[in-house]
């Protein structure tokens, strides 16, 4: 079985995958000091309550947070007996190579989605996925990763939005039920929600302009579904892109 890990700034997914059915899909806060140990006899009790039985093999990573790496690395050293895949090292083979500026690093998830993205939907695609920024990744007619936006994320936007202006509370994402706003939480959630979906209509159109020509825009992330409830911008959302691009990947590795 393959064991898929995808960490962010603020969680880590791990998800248990036999050939390419994903068995189970648990998550943790993003921590660097979480030790090997640590990860295995938490992934183990989710694993037996899931009812997820089997040896794990094969691992791949990839991470936003280079920290967190190390103790991966041992983890799947450790318990799994075996060298993990880390995207974006040289040895891990995602295709066609991105097309960007000399020695320019593109995040390891950035290029997962790209070859989930391509698998899935083919080329000429926008991606856009709520994280902890909300990225925009473009890719070209042939797979190949092409460049960008990155944007503050709706949660990062909702904690400077509170430590900033003292008189604001905190407040949850949710769409009103319209544009003007009747009292102080109701303008805040207005001015998150419609102020996002102008942001994704406005950066995907002008993407669309730049390139010449239609891109199909794939929503992705935890708040993707949300939102795509106030705009007709997507062509598809699809939450588990960036699960579906680890499995690829490790399977073109394994043919090496």
């Known amino acids: 079985m393959l ?5 962010g700034n603020t969680n880590a997914v791990f998800a248990v995958v036999d050939d ?3 068995l189970g899909e648990f998550r943790c806060s993003t921590d660097h000091k979480r030790t ?13 309550h899931a009812g997820i039985t089997g040896r794990i093999d094969e691992v791949i990573i990839s991470s936003t947070v280079p920290r967190v790496v190390f103790n991966l690395r041992v983890l799947a050293d450790r318990y799994f007996d075996c060298r993990p895949m880390v995207v974006g090292k040289p040895d891990v083979d995602i295709g066609t190579p991105p097309r960007v500026d000399p020695d320019a690093g593109v995040g390891p998830d950035r290029l997962v989605n790209t070859v989930a993205g391509f698998d899935r939907y083919g080329g000429d695609l926008v991606i856009v996925d709520f994280g902890t920024a909300t990225t925009f990744d ?9 460049g960008g936006v990155i944007s503050p994320g709706v949660n990062v936007s909702l904690e400077a939005f509170h430590h900033a202006a003292a008189a604001l509370p905190h407040i949850d994402v949710s769409q009103p039920t319209g544009v003007v ?3 102080t939480v109701a303008c805040m959630q207005s001015g998150i929600y419609w102020g996002y979906i102008g942001l994704v209509e406005g950066i995907c159109k002008r993407i669309a302009t730049e390139r010449g020509q239609k891109m199909k825009i794939i929503g992705t992330g935890g708040l993707a579904t949300l939102f795509a409830q106030g705009t007709t911008v997507f062509d598809h959302l699809d939450t588990d892109l960036t699960v579906h691009g680890l499995v690829l990947i490790a399977a073109m590795n394994r043919k090496k």
Do not use: Q, S
């Not at 090997?36 to 037996?48: C, G, I, K, Q, S």
């Open 36 to 48: 090997a140990d640590e990860y295995f006899v938490w992934l183990r009790h989710l694993m037996t």
């Open 181 to 183: 706003g009747t009292n």
């Open 3 to 7: 064991l898929a890990i995808d960490v």
């Open 20 to 22: 390419k059915t994903v």
């Open 138 to 146: 473009v890719v070209a007619h042939d797979g190949a990763y092409v």
